[in-house]
């Protein structure tokens, strides 16, 4: 069993850079790929970013590739979500998720989901 915190979301304007972090709790957090989702209103969940359990391989999307980072640390149980150059169109609630693949996590298929953390972008 794995339980997952978010936080770190907030009220950013136009450009700027907000850090999240996913706090894990369970002994098998390194085994697991991890992933950060978004949803915004009215709009289907999408995958944003994700890395697999050695931390050797990432995924971005093309909506964040070059302005978002994630990295992890298993000595912490945490993983990080970098956002730089925000755009208003980056707003939505932000959820952490780990699942068996990088794959799995591509086809929405998380294993463990956290509560959600809410980021604002203002223009």
């Known amino acids: 069993q794995v339980q997952l915190v978010e936080s770190g979301g907030g009220l950013v304007q136009a450009g700027g850079s907000l850090r999240l972090s996913c706090a894990a709790s369970?002994?098998?957090?390194?085994?697991?790929?991890m992933g950060w989702f978004r949803q915004a209103p009215g709009k289907e969940r999408e995958l944003i970013s994700a890395?697999?359990?050695?931390?050797?391989?990432?995924y971005y999307p093309d909506s964040v590739k070059g302005r978002f980072t994630i990295s992890r640390t298993d000595a912490h149980n945490t993983v990080y979500l970098q956002m730089d150059s925000l755009k208003p169109e980056d707003t939505a609630v932000y959820y952490c998720?780990?699942?068996?693949?990088?794959?799995?996590?591509?086809?929405?298929?998380?294993?463990?989901w956290g509560a959600g953390t809410r980021v604002t972008v203002s223009s």
């Open positions: 369970g002994r098998t957090f390194s085994s697991y790929a």
């Open positions: 890395i697999n359990s050695s931390g050797g391989s990432r």
């Open positions: 998720a780990a699942g068996l693949s990088v794959s799995h996590l591509i086809l929405g298929r998380g294993s463990y």
